[in-house]
């Protein structure tokens, strides 16, 4: 059972910070994982009163708020446009239209949760988290620190050339997924991000280029097999690490033959 | 703490525990039509329009929707009122008691996508759980609904 | 034969579809279940204090601390509970199932059992207090493996106050909770002499009915001080006996109703919350109300009984089955709960869909007791274990001998006027089970999806089959009963002890006294059920209301009418063999003298003797088969292992279906929750026993987007014992998915998955 002793809608991204100073004070995001915490919070912070659920773009980046919800990605005609669907494809099988409408990107980032979509569709783009304190900071990067208490105000996609594919795997559709998968090529350079391995997504660039050639059936299983060996897969309920690994493969190829393809 | 919320068209305010979740709040106003079936955001039954938009209330603070519109079953009778004969005529219906979840989000549905395609019909429900019906007799009671409203347009 | 009795008769309101009565009240969310219509102010919440071990004595439980928590209004641990032990299993009494519960039992036997019961003002104090409430446990070693239950050492039962009502082959002292073996004809003889043989052992797991609406109960003292209990329930009779051996007071202070039910599926056919709130109701005096979280009704409830069933199969080379050797190991888990019955179905519910061929048979089974959660009854109750088992030993018959699985079955499907064997000698008076088999193949075109059709990409299209049975009561035992009277304005009042638990019986029944009486569905006004005003009935489970309560319908009907007729002879002043009832009143056939129901029911009222008011009870000596066919087509990648699942075709012979869109809709259900079973819905447990799918975050319910298309068709045949020639619907329909999409699978990937759920991990690794 959650129990909560105050509830503050901040009236400035200052004061927020202040309050979450506090190790038994807690920012709600989207509140969707939170609600299921047996936790006794102080003091609740909402953002929802600070203007960050908006999606900006500019010429050379889309600017998103840290409120922004998961179903506003997958409306965000200009996000879509610009990844080529994936970020609607990554979002959409997440639980429910209901959820997707209260659930946060700056929660499911800063979460930085093993089974996240969010966190790898963008960790497949050129994107920076802006930090309250730290200022902004590759997203990457970002995925591997420590959680601190400094807050996450904002994403920002910078809008390279992209090609772009989402895939997961899932048992029932809207369940958590089995892994995730982005590949894009960005600058000329492929990358794959994988997810739900069970960890967080980490990304792998194409450094030795087995795609730099021709984009074929056997060069898309080469980069697969490659991202397969790179990164580090384990076992849960909902998969074990053998078949995360046999995964990371395919879905990987297939990613690459989509994105080619665009 | 005071809240004030538009409860069904009608303001109301009260006090309220900081951690009261908005479907208790809903219930102990009277809105029993707001059901719990998971306590973990899966199922859909608890399905309410805040500002227009449906959401999960088992994961919205009561003092988040301080100073919004919220919109239960209760108050949108007579729009349901316009599907569900058709969903009855299925059988669909059955135990019930996922339905006003489902008929809150079938409503969101058809003010945001007033002809969907059975696959738009099927993502954007996806998120109502149903032990009995099997879906289908739902998807069909919507169906014959769309038909026969475009027969009378 | 009487008056309906005619298979060709059309009808006017049976056999047609309508609305439910409640439609609109559910679809427009007014208050209609337990916690709607329970609001006193002074109630108390009730929470339970679970056990963290699955096998445990309470050595001492320290109360002290958590009474103080402001709000608190009392606490009870197994000291303070009445020592009767009893079941609570919902079942006619003497039950099948074992006396092997107390309200709380000082040695714990699964990881979620009951310690101690709290009652606060609020949940917040109820649940502060729970974690107050300092216990010692003496940890004993567990029996977790159903395999090693039997003759273990470990006793999960070791009480010497265990009790079994009925003789059933079971024994505490050695974990079993019931063992039989029965058979007809010479098995080993006919094995030996048959061309081929199959043998294997299929597992299925301990699914969870998860209906929407969780475990709950609400108890008060009513005006007369006694005890009121508005549980959701399909067992209202039950419960109430339930309540009276386990508190130790008499049932004539007892009421037990049940409003509107938010699903069931066989678990509310256990009391599993009952006794809870009734105890602090009667310690207290205060109203009370425990609502099962969903973990609890994950981890407490009453699932499915986990079984392992081993099928040996013998053959001839021209795709005759010849005999038929069944072994079943069920999990009962910590209690006996429905136990030693659910598993006679495994094999009286499967084995007897070869009559055709079959020379002989043997079914035998063991229940052992483990300290894992213990189960209950869930819709198909052991038919469902063995069909998936049985189905599929006969698929893999056919792909062995390269014949056509449907071709395999009509040559020994069971047919109508055989006598089945396997089904204590009951004879198939109706069954279209053939039928069934030719329109499904047609609807699917099975000749065009069977073969395997590669798509490119590692995907492929592929189809399997399975045929099911179940039975439509329990037979010599089940009782259904009826009131029907008539109102003033000559309309009808129908009072069940059956529970609608949205399946749409309340609606059925009255269309059947629509029928009877001549007159419009909604001139009937239904009521159940209550143990105060329903006459007896033994509830809804066992696929038996539309059988034998529709039965007691209509006997009740032909009562009433007589009752009519003889007080319109009383006001024609005639005999009242000249009258004739029809829906508008009653005639004098030589003169053509007409009296309105309207003038008849005011005449009841008015200076009279007599009532218009009748009862039946009905109790059926066979159980008739209903039956089935499902196909399904699905695309399987090779590559992840996933399966999508395209199309399901099914065509059912539930007699004659009373109202077609209701019985379609059962047969969707089920088959959607069978889906589910087979790709999805998975029962893992920690290293205490204690599964870890305790929510529907883990246990994954299928969603719309997981069941592909369905397409449901009826081919009647008349049950002479049914009513208006109707048998069941409401089991047979989950039995079909496992065998059909295991054996699709098979067509896809060349290996048979003889354990659920068939994950696509296990898929996608060649894992059986």
């Known amino acids: ?262 | 703490m005071e809240i004030k919320i538009k409860l069904n068209g009608r303001q109301v305010a009260a006090s309220v525990e900081p951690d009261m979740l908005l479907i208790d709040f809903l219930r102990k106003q009277g809105c029993v039509s707001v059901k719990c079936g998971c306590e973990t955001t899966n199922c859909g039954l608890c399905t309410v329009l805040m500002d227009e938009v449906p959401v999960l209330s088992c994961a919205v603070l009561a003092a988040r929707a301080d100073g919004h519109s919220i919109f239960t079953l209760e108050g949108l009778r007579e729009e349901a009122s316009e599907f569900v004969g058709f969903i009855a005529d299925q059988g669909a219906d059955q135990c019930g008691f996922c339905n006003p979840g489902f008929v809150m989000n079938t409503i969101a549905l058809l003010r945001e996508n007033p002809d969907p395609t059975d696959d738009e019909i099927r993502a954007y429900l996806a998120g109502n759980l149903c032990r009995c019906s099997g879906y289908d007799g739902q998807l069909r009671g919507i169906r014959t609904f769309l038909e026969s409203r475009r027969g009378k347009a | 034969m009487t008056e309906n009795h005619q298979p060709n008769r059309t009808y006017k309101t049976v056999g047609k579809t309508f609305r439910k009565k409640d439609s609109m009240q559910l679809l427009l969310g007014e208050p209609t279940y337990v916690d709607d219509i329970t609001d006193r102010k002074d109630c108390l919440t009730v929470k339970i204090l679970r056990s963290p071990y699955p096998n445990a004595i309470v050595e001492e439980i320290k109360t002290d601390v958590a009474k103080k928590v402001p709000g608190v209004a009392a606490i009870y641990t197994w000291e303070d509970v009445p020592k009767n032990r009893f079941a609570i299993a919902g079942q006619t009494y003497p039950e099948p199932s074992p006396y092997d519960r107390l309200i709380l039992d000082r040695h714990v036997r699964f990881t979620g059992d009951a310690v101690a019961i709290i009652a606060a003002e609020d949940e917040k104090a109820a649940v502060k207090a729970m974690k107050l409430i300092k216990v010692s446990y003496r940890v004993l070693e567990p029996v977790l493996d159903m395999h090693t239950a039997k003759d273990n050492p470990i006793l999960v039962h070791p009480e010497e106050d265990w009790f079994p009502p009925l003789p059933v082959g079971g024994d505490n002292k050695r974990n079993l909770v019931a063992s039989e073996q029965s058979g007809h004809g010479d098995v080993d003889g006919v094995m030996a002499d048959c061309e081929i043989r199959i043998e294997h052992t299929y597992h299925t797991k301990a699914f969870n009915q998860a209906m929407m609406e969780t475990f709950r109960t609400y108890t008060e003292l009513d005006r007369y001080g006694r005890l009121h209990v508005i549980s959701s329930t399909q067992i209202v009779f039950h419960v109430r006996r339930i309540l009276s051996t386990a508190l130790g007071i008499p049932k004539s202070k007892i009421r037990v109703e049940k409003p509107r039910i938010g699903g069931g599926f066989g678990a509310k056919q256990t009391a599993v919350c009952e006794v809870y709130p009734a105890f602090v109701t009667l310690k207290t005096g205060r109203p009370a109300k425990l609502i099962y979280t969903r973990e609890e009704s994950q981890i407490a409830g009453s699932p499915r009984h986990e079984m392992e069933v081993t099928v040996r199969l013998g053959a001839n080379k021209d795709g005759k089955i010849r005999v038929l050797d069944l072994y079943t190991l069920s999990n009962s888990g910590a209690y006996g709960e429905h136990g030693p019955t659910t598993v006679g179905l495994s094999g009286h519910k499967s084995i007897p869909l070869y009559t055709g061929s079959l020379e002989a048979y043997r079914f035998c089974y063991d229940v052992v007791y483990t300290n894992v959660q213990a189960a209950g009854a869930y819709r198909g109750y052991g038919a469902t274990q063995g069909i998936f088992a049985l189905e599929s030993a006969v698929n893999e018959l056919a792909e062995k001998l390269h014949i056509d699985p449907t071709v395999l079955r009509e040559r020994n499907m069971v047919r109508e006027g055989m006598v089945m064997d396997a089904y204590y000698g009951e004879t198939a008076n109706a069954c279209a089970l053939d039928r069934c088999m030719a329109r499904c193949k047609e609807l699917f075109h099975w000749e065009e999806k069977y073969p395997v059709r590669e798509l490119g990409g590692g995907k492929i299209r592929c189809a399997g089959v399975a045929m099911a049975m179940q039975g439509s009561c329990i037979s010599n035992l089940d009782v259904g009963s009826a009131t029907v009277k008539l109102s003033d304005d000559g309309t009808y009042n129908l009072i069940i002890g059956a529970a609608d638990m949205g399946t749409g019986c309340d609606t059925i029944l009255a269309q059947m006294v629509a029928e009877c009486m001549d007159c419009e569905l909604e001139d009937v006004a239904v009521f159940g059920a209550d143990t105060d005003v329903s006459p007896y009935d033994s509830g809804s489970y066992a696929s038996s209301t539309t059988y034998i309560t529709g039965k007691a319908v209509e006997k009740a009907c032909t009562d009433l009418k007589q009752q009519i007729i003889e007080v319109a002879a009383g006001m024609l002043n005639c005999p009242a063999a000249e009258l004739s009832f029809s829906g508008k009143g009653v005639t004098r056939m030589q003169t053509g003298e007409f009296v309105p129901l309207t003038d008849i029911s005011y005449k009841i009222q008015l200076n009279s003797n007599r009532s218009a008011i009748a009862t039946a009870s009905s109790c059926s000596p066979v159980s008739p088969p209903p039956y089935m066919v499902g196909m399904v087509e699905i695309e399987l990648d090779k590559l992840t292992g996933q399966v999508t699942v395209l199309d399901y075709v099914a065509v059912v012979d539930c007699g004659i279906p009373i109202n077609p869109a209701l019985a379609r809709i059962q047969t969707e259900g089920g088959l959607v929750q069978g889906i589910g079973h087979t790709l999805f819905e998975n029962v893992t447990y920690d290293s205490h026993g204690k599964p870890i799918e305790n929510s529907f975050m883990q246990y994954k319910l299928p969603t719309r987007l997981d069941m592909g298309h369905l397409q449901v068709e009826f081919e009647n045949s008349y049950e002479p014992t049914g009513p208006f020639g109707a048998k069941s619907i409401g089991e047979i329909v989950i039995n079909t998915p496992a065998p059909a999409l295991a054996h699709a699978i098979y067509r896809a990937t060349g290996v048979w998955h003889r354990e659920l759920p068939i994950t696509p991990e296990q898929i996608a690794m060649g894992k059986e």
């Not at chain 1, 910070?17 to 919070?41: F, S």
């Not at chain 1, 980046?61 to 919800?69: H, S």
């Not at chain 1, 080529?84 to 494809?89: L, M, S």
């Not at chain 1, 790179?230 to 994105?259: D, F, P, Q």
Request: proline share 2%.
């Open chain 1, 1 to 262: 059972m959650l129990t909560i002793r105050n509830y503050v809608k901040a009236k400035s991204l200052e004061e927020a910070y202040e309050l979450n100073q506090m190790k038994t004070n807690r920012i709600l995001g989207g509140m969707m994982w939170l609600r299921m915490m047996h936790l006794n919070v102080g003091t609740a912070i909402d953002l929802c009163d600070l203007g960050l659920n908006t999606i900006e773009e500019t010429d050379d980046e889309i600017i998103l708020g840290a409120m922004v919800t998961l179903r506003q990605l997958e409306l965000s005609a200009c996000l879509n446009t610009y990844t080529h669907g994936a970020v609607a494809d990554a979002v959409r099988d997440i639980v429910g239209v209901q959820f997707r409408n209260t659930a946060t990107l700056g929660g499911s980032i800063f979460g930085r949760y093993g089974f996240s979509d969010v966190l790898t569709v963008f960790l497949a783009l050129d994107t920076e988290v802006e930090l309250f304190k730290a200022g902004r900071v590759p997203l990457a990067e970002f995925a591997a620190m420590k959680k601190d208490r400094d807050l996450l105000v904002r994403l920002i996609v910078k809008k390279k050339p992209l090609q772009a594919a989402y895939l997961s795997m899932r048992g029932s559709r809207t369940d958590f997924p089995i892994l995730t998968c982005g590949v894009s090529r960005i600058d000329g350079v492929y990358r794959a991000s994988i997810g739900a391995r069970p960890g967080p997504a980490v990304v792998v660039e194409d450094e030795t280029g087995l795609l730099a050639g021709e984009i074929t059936e056997e060069s898309a299983a080469a980069f697969g097999e490659y991202v397969a060996e790179t990164i580090r897969t384990g076992t849960n309920l909902r998969g074990s690490a053998a078949y995360r690994k046999h995964l990371t493969k395919v879905l990987t190829a297939r990613g690459v033959l989509e994105a080619a393809a665009q």
